[in-house]
């Protein structure tokens, strides 16, 4: 092990887990440093010209202060891209691309998508990318997200329609346009807040994450009554779901007349995906 290894090794031991500390360790060490990942295997030692010792000492300080590394680096893979990130977003998340795939490879021929509480745009953006002969909009209540959501959709070359909408409230007109919604809306319940991390509860968005104890399923059973306004005949409705609640998300939409709902598990075995149509 070399000097700098060492110090970011010693600087984060106690708040992060060993292997994350590998991880973090390597990534800080090639990605953002730019050092040799050999010269950092061999053990070799290596001296940090002034800019980058400063860099280092930064790294550390924000990361022994529980802010994600993603806020850090500005940014977060997603499907292949970087997608621009900052405390007011929610970092997008690797369950997430699964439900894109499943959208794209579905609706291949879908005219007009909707993606209702976009956050970082991620899966709006992502998904424009995917079906290039497709019409993508996206919602979100937050002014921060939508912005940030913006500065991916140019940064990106897509071509996504952001609009600030609360869902929850009644307000705009509505015709049925939509083949397929897709949403990922806040669904932690109050209660599961003692199991997260500080560094999801200090930074990430309060407004992106979580829903009332006594009514966590408000954001599904609201999409799946506007979805029988919005959604064409036979459009198609995909939710991602917290993994405690497929069961009753799904019937939700088999009261809402929706048929052949599904719930579909992610790479962990988890109830994640609910997809129903219209
Ligand atoms: C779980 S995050 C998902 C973000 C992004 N789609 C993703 O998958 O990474 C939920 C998003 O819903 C937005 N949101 C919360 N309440 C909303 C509301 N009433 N109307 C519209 N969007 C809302 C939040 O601002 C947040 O961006």
């Known amino acids: 092990m070399n000097r700098i290894t060492n110090y970011i090794r010693q600087s984060l031991q106690d708040i992060y ?3 994350e500390v590998k991880a973090l360790t390597m990534l800080i060490c090639c990605d953002m440093l730019c050092l040799d990942a050999l010269d950092i295997y061999l053990g070799k030692d290596m001296i940090l010209s002034e800019c980058k010792e400063r860099e280092l000492e930064n790294i550390i300080f924000r990361l022994q202060k529980n802010e ?5 680096r500005g940014f977060a893979e997603f499907d292949g891209r970087r997608f621009k990130v900052a405390p007011g977003v929610l970092i997008p998340r690797p369950e997430t691309m699964e439900l894109v795939d499943l959208v794209a490879r579905e609706n291949a021929n879908a005219c007009r998508l909707l993606d209702i509480g976009t956050g970082s745009g991620c899966i709006a953006i992502s998904l424009d990318k995917k079906l290039p002969d497709a019409k993508v909009e996206a919602w979100d209540i937050s002014e921060d ?21 609360n869902v929850l409230s009644n307000d705009w007109g ?19 807040k003692k199991e997260m991390d500080a560094n999801v509860l200090d930074w990430e968005p ?5 829903v009332p104890d006594d009514d966590p399923l408000r954001f599904y059973r609201r999409i799946a009554d506007l979805g029988r306004e919005l959604l064409l005949p036979g459009g198609k409705l995909y939710f991602e779901i ?11 939409l088999e009261m809402n007349q929706y048929h052949d709902v599904r719930v579909i598990r992610d790479i962990f075995g988890k109830d994640r995906i609910v997809t129903a149509n219209r």
Do not use: C, W
């Open 206 to 210: 309060e407004l992106a994450l979580f």
């Open 145 to 165: 997200a939508l912005a940030i959501a913006r500065e991916n959709n140019k940064e990106l070359a897509a071509d996504v329609t952001f609009l600030q909408r």
């Open 174 to 192: 509505k015709t049925p346009s939509f083949d397929v919604i897709v949403s990922n809306p806040p669904y932690v319940t109050e209660a599961e």
């Open 17 to 19: 887990p060993p292997e």
């Open 68 to 72: 994600p590394i993603q806020y850090i």
């Open 242 to 252: 917290n993994q405690a609640y497929g069961r009753e998300t799904a019937h939700i």
